[in-house]
T-cell receptor
Framework: DAGITQSPRHKVTETGTPVTLRCHQT?????MYWYRQDPGHGLRLIHY???????DKGEVSDGYSVSRSKTEDFLLTLESATSSQTSVYFC????????????FGEGSRLTVL | GENVEQHPSTLSVQEGDSAVIKCTYS??????FPWYKQELGKRPQLIID?????GEKKDQRIAVTLNKTAKHFSLHITETQPEDSAVYFC?????????????FGKGTHLIIQP
Protein backbone atom coordinates (compact mmCIF):
# COMPACT_ATOMS: atom_id res chain seq x y z
CA ASP A 1 0.00 0.00 0.00
CA ALA A 2 1.01 3.58 -0.62
CA GLY A 3 1.92 5.37 2.59
CA ILE A 4 -1.43 6.94 3.35
CA THR A 5 -2.74 7.24 6.88
CA GLN A 6 -5.81 8.77 8.47
CA SER A 7 -6.41 10.20 11.90
CA PRO A 8 -8.31 9.75 14.04
CA ARG A 9 -9.38 6.21 13.17
CA HIS A 10 -12.41 6.39 15.44
CA LYS A 11 -14.27 9.36 16.81
CA VAL A 12 -17.51 9.87 18.67
CA THR A 13 -18.82 13.40 18.87
CA GLU A 14 -22.01 15.30 19.54
CA THR A 15 -24.29 17.13 17.12
CA GLY A 16 -23.16 20.67 16.48
CA THR A 17 -19.48 20.19 17.29
CA PRO A 18 -16.72 20.75 14.72
CA VAL A 19 -14.71 17.76 13.57
CA THR A 20 -11.53 17.56 11.50
CA LEU A 21 -10.23 14.39 9.89
CA ARG A 22 -6.66 14.29 8.67
CA CYS A 23 -5.18 12.40 5.75
CA HIS A 24 -1.42 12.14 5.36
CA GLN A 25 0.43 10.58 2.42
CA THR A 26 4.14 10.08 1.94
CA UNK A 27 4.05 9.19 -1.77
CA UNK A 28 4.10 12.73 -3.18
CA UNK A 29 0.84 11.98 -5.01
CA UNK A 30 -0.71 14.98 -6.67
CA UNK A 31 -4.39 14.10 -6.26
CA MET A 32 -6.22 13.40 -3.00
CA TYR A 33 -9.84 12.55 -2.23
CA TRP A 34 -12.30 12.20 0.59
CA TYR A 35 -15.07 9.61 0.25
CA ARG A 36 -17.75 8.52 2.68
CA GLN A 37 -19.00 4.95 2.81
CA ASP A 38 -22.49 4.12 4.01
CA PRO A 39 -24.43 0.84 3.82
CA GLY A 40 -26.39 0.68 0.59
CA HIS A 41 -24.62 3.70 -0.90
CA GLY A 42 -21.15 2.49 -1.71
CA LEU A 43 -18.43 5.13 -1.79
CA ARG A 44 -19.44 8.70 -2.49
CA LEU A 45 -17.04 11.52 -3.28
CA ILE A 46 -17.12 14.47 -0.88
CA HIS A 47 -14.25 16.68 -2.07
CA TYR A 48 -11.02 16.24 -3.94
CA UNK A 49 -7.77 18.11 -4.49
CA UNK A 50 -5.65 18.33 -7.62
CA UNK A 51 -2.79 20.18 -5.98
CA UNK A 52 -1.81 22.38 -3.08
CA UNK A 53 -4.61 24.87 -2.43
CA UNK A 54 -6.59 23.48 -5.38
CA UNK A 55 -9.79 21.70 -4.36
CA ASP A 56 -13.18 20.96 -5.83
CA LYS A 57 -16.54 19.59 -4.72
CA GLY A 58 -17.78 16.07 -5.17
CA GLU A 59 -21.35 14.76 -5.22
CA VAL A 60 -21.99 15.02 -1.45
CA SER A 61 -20.06 18.13 -0.42
CA ASP A 62 -22.77 19.95 1.59
CA GLY A 63 -21.72 20.37 5.23
CA TYR A 64 -18.05 19.61 4.52
CA SER A 65 -15.01 21.73 3.75
CA VAL A 66 -11.44 20.75 2.91
CA SER A 67 -8.00 22.25 2.90
CA ARG A 68 -4.69 21.26 1.39
CA SER A 69 -1.79 23.46 2.44
CA LYS A 70 0.88 20.84 1.76
CA THR A 71 1.13 18.05 -0.81
CA GLU A 72 1.10 15.39 1.90
CA ASP A 73 -1.89 16.57 3.95
CA PHE A 74 -5.58 16.80 3.10
CA LEU A 75 -7.98 17.83 5.86
CA LEU A 76 -11.73 17.26 5.94
CA THR A 77 -13.74 19.50 8.28
CA LEU A 78 -17.31 19.18 9.43
CA GLU A 79 -18.06 22.67 10.71
CA SER A 80 -21.09 21.55 12.71
CA ALA A 81 -21.54 17.79 12.76
CA THR A 82 -24.98 16.25 12.24
CA SER A 83 -26.19 12.70 12.77
CA SER A 84 -26.46 12.25 8.99
CA GLN A 85 -22.68 12.59 8.84
CA THR A 86 -22.19 9.43 10.86
CA SER A 87 -20.20 7.34 8.43
CA VAL A 88 -16.88 5.75 7.58
CA TYR A 89 -14.64 8.24 5.83
CA PHE A 90 -11.93 7.14 3.44
CA CYS A 91 -9.13 9.26 2.14
CA UNK A 92 -7.43 8.27 -1.12
CA UNK A 93 -4.59 9.46 -3.29
CA UNK A 94 -3.69 9.20 -6.97
CA UNK A 95 -0.21 9.64 -8.35
CA UNK A 96 -1.09 11.27 -11.66
CA UNK A 97 -4.08 12.04 -13.84
CA UNK A 98 -3.80 8.88 -15.93
CA UNK A 99 -2.39 6.54 -13.31
CA UNK A 100 -5.75 5.09 -12.39
CA UNK A 101 -5.08 3.28 -9.13
CA UNK A 102 -6.50 4.98 -6.07
CA UNK A 103 -4.66 4.20 -2.85
CA PHE A 104 -6.99 4.32 0.12
CA GLY A 105 -6.30 5.04 3.76
CA GLU A 106 -7.55 2.73 6.50
CA GLY A 107 -10.74 4.69 7.05
CA SER A 108 -12.05 6.83 9.91
CA ARG A 109 -15.26 5.83 11.63
CA LEU A 110 -17.18 8.88 12.81
CA THR A 111 -20.24 8.66 15.03
CA VAL A 112 -22.30 11.80 15.64
CA LEU A 113 -24.70 11.46 18.57
CA GLY B 1 -23.19 13.66 -13.59
CA GLU B 2 -22.29 10.02 -13.89
CA ASN B 3 -24.55 7.33 -12.40
CA VAL B 4 -23.30 3.77 -11.92
CA GLU B 5 -25.71 0.91 -11.22
CA GLN B 6 -24.35 -2.40 -9.91
CA HIS B 7 -26.03 -5.83 -9.69
CA PRO B 8 -26.54 -8.00 -7.81
CA SER B 9 -26.16 -6.52 -4.34
CA THR B 10 -25.42 -9.98 -2.92
CA LEU B 11 -24.07 -13.00 -4.77
CA SER B 12 -23.55 -16.43 -3.24
CA VAL B 13 -21.65 -19.08 -5.21
CA GLN B 14 -20.16 -22.47 -4.49
CA GLU B 15 -16.40 -22.63 -4.14
CA GLY B 16 -14.92 -23.43 -7.53
CA ASP B 17 -17.82 -21.93 -9.50
CA SER B 18 -17.71 -18.67 -11.43
CA ALA B 19 -19.10 -15.32 -10.32
CA VAL B 20 -20.24 -12.44 -12.52
CA ILE B 21 -20.99 -8.91 -11.33
CA LYS B 22 -22.51 -6.38 -13.73
CA CYS B 23 -22.47 -2.59 -13.87
CA THR B 24 -24.05 0.01 -16.11
CA TYR B 25 -23.09 3.64 -16.43
CA SER B 26 -24.88 6.69 -17.76
CA UNK B 27 -22.22 9.10 -19.03
CA UNK B 28 -21.10 8.16 -22.54
CA UNK B 29 -17.95 10.24 -21.95
CA UNK B 30 -16.71 7.80 -19.29
CA UNK B 31 -13.62 5.98 -20.44
CA UNK B 32 -12.05 4.43 -17.35
CA PHE B 33 -13.64 1.54 -15.43
CA PRO B 34 -11.90 0.08 -12.36
CA TRP B 35 -12.99 -2.62 -9.95
CA TYR B 36 -12.16 -2.50 -6.24
CA LYS B 37 -12.30 -5.27 -3.66
CA GLN B 38 -12.96 -4.52 -0.01
CA GLU B 39 -12.53 -7.21 2.61
CA LEU B 40 -14.39 -6.85 5.89
CA GLY B 41 -12.98 -3.98 7.93
CA LYS B 42 -10.30 -3.20 5.35
CA ARG B 43 -9.69 -0.49 2.79
CA PRO B 44 -10.78 -0.88 -0.86
CA GLN B 45 -8.05 -2.08 -3.21
CA LEU B 46 -7.89 -2.06 -6.99
CA ILE B 47 -8.05 -5.53 -8.53
CA ILE B 48 -8.44 -4.75 -12.23
CA ASP B 49 -9.31 -1.88 -14.52
CA UNK B 50 -10.15 -1.33 -18.17
CA UNK B 51 -10.09 1.66 -20.47
CA UNK B 52 -12.54 2.37 -23.25
CA UNK B 53 -10.18 1.41 -26.06
CA UNK B 54 -10.16 -2.20 -24.83
CA GLY B 55 -13.06 -4.68 -24.82
CA GLU B 56 -11.68 -7.25 -22.39
CA LYS B 57 -8.84 -7.60 -19.93
CA LYS B 58 -7.72 -10.63 -17.92
CA ASP B 59 -5.51 -11.15 -14.90
CA GLN B 60 -5.29 -14.77 -13.81
CA ARG B 61 -8.75 -15.73 -12.47
CA ILE B 62 -10.36 -12.34 -12.95
CA ALA B 63 -11.47 -10.63 -16.12
CA VAL B 64 -13.39 -7.51 -17.02
CA THR B 65 -15.43 -6.96 -20.18
CA LEU B 66 -16.67 -3.63 -21.51
CA ASN B 67 -19.49 -2.91 -23.95
CA LYS B 68 -19.36 0.81 -24.72
CA THR B 69 -22.38 0.72 -27.00
CA ALA B 70 -24.58 -0.69 -24.27
CA LYS B 71 -22.71 1.22 -21.53
CA HIS B 72 -22.11 -1.77 -19.34
CA PHE B 73 -19.12 -3.63 -17.97
CA SER B 74 -18.76 -6.82 -15.98
CA LEU B 75 -16.36 -8.54 -13.60
CA HIS B 76 -15.83 -12.27 -14.02
CA ILE B 77 -14.16 -14.40 -11.37
CA THR B 78 -13.46 -18.03 -12.26
CA GLU B 79 -12.64 -20.95 -9.94
CA THR B 80 -13.75 -18.96 -6.92
CA GLN B 81 -11.89 -19.48 -3.64
CA PRO B 82 -12.75 -18.59 -0.02
CA GLU B 83 -10.43 -15.56 -0.16
CA ASP B 84 -12.61 -14.09 -2.91
CA SER B 85 -15.31 -13.41 -0.30
CA ALA B 86 -15.54 -9.61 -0.08
CA VAL B 87 -17.49 -6.60 -1.29
CA TYR B 88 -16.71 -5.61 -4.87
CA PHE B 89 -17.25 -2.11 -6.25
CA CYS B 90 -17.28 -1.04 -9.86
CA UNK B 91 -16.58 2.57 -10.79
CA UNK B 92 -16.49 4.86 -13.80
CA UNK B 93 -14.77 8.10 -14.72
CA UNK B 94 -14.83 10.44 -17.71
CA UNK B 95 -11.22 11.45 -17.07
CA UNK B 96 -8.46 9.11 -18.15
CA UNK B 97 -7.39 7.83 -14.75
CA UNK B 98 -10.14 9.13 -12.55
CA UNK B 99 -8.38 12.34 -11.59
CA UNK B 100 -11.67 14.16 -11.01
CA UNK B 101 -12.86 11.35 -8.77
CA UNK B 102 -14.56 8.05 -9.43
CA UNK B 103 -18.29 7.37 -9.32
CA PHE B 104 -18.78 4.04 -7.59
CA GLY B 105 -21.56 1.51 -7.76
CA LYS B 106 -23.19 0.50 -4.48
CA GLY B 107 -21.24 -2.72 -4.18
CA THR B 108 -21.77 -6.47 -4.43
CA HIS B 109 -21.24 -8.71 -1.43
CA LEU B 110 -19.74 -11.91 -2.83
CA ILE B 111 -20.08 -14.95 -0.59
CA ILE B 112 -18.14 -18.10 -1.42
CA GLN B 113 -19.87 -21.18 0.00
CA PRO B 114 -17.55 -24.08 0.92
Amino acid sequence: DAGITQSPRHKVTETGTPVTLRCHQTENHRYMYWYRQDPGHGLRLIHYSYGVKDTDKGEVSDGYSVSRSKTEDFLLTLESATSSQTSVYFCASLKGARDGELFFGEGSRLTVL
Amino acid sequence: GENVEQHPSTLSVQEGDSAVIKCTYSDSASNYFPWYKQELGKRPQLIIDIRSNVGEKKDQRIAVTLNKTAKHFSLHITETQPEDSAVYFCAASPTGGGADGLTFGKGTHLIIQP
